[in-house]
Nanobody, 120 residues
Framework: QVQLVESGGGLVQPGGSLRLSCAAV????????MGWYRQAPGKERELVAI???????KYADSVKGRFTMSRDDKKNTVQLQMNSLKPEDTAVYYC??????????????WGQGTQVTVSS
């Protein structure tokens, strides 16, 4: 498993911005895919944005034009810049990664989750 540590999140008014960050602990990994998911109360976890080395970055339709994901392959970090936030963006946001160790053993992992609340 790859350990992921998230930071950011919090309470923001509608129309505001937040930035989430996620970092893989250790430098043993070659991460082919990193992404962000979210889960609102009573709902299933859904994809927000995902980046793979082959395809690049894709976004859920609900966040296109408002959220931007950036990634640093050398540091195995990923950020999610969230602008024009709406109440329906309220959820726990999770970082996810998949890849291999330098010994070519497959790994996957989830961050601990960070709460984003959009409310006036």
């Amino acid at each position: 498993q790859v350990q992921l540590v998230e930071s950011g999140g919090g309470l923001v008014q509608p129309g505001g911005s937040l930035r989430l960050s996620c970092a893989a602990v250790g430098n043993r990994y070659i991460l082919n895919k990193m992404g962000w998911y979210r889960q609102a109360p009573g709902k299933e976890r859904e994809l927000v944005a995902i980046n793979t080395k082959d395809i690049g970055t894709k976004y859920a339709d609900s966040v296109k034009g408002r959220f931007t994901m950036s990634r640093d392959d050398k540091k195995n970090t990923v950020q999610l810049q969230m602008n024009s936030l709406k109440p329906e963006d309220t959820a726990v946001y999770y970082c996810n990664a998949e890849g291999v160790t330098r010994e070519l053993i497959g790994v996957t992992g989830w961050g601990q989750g960070t709460q984003v609340t959009v409310s006036s």
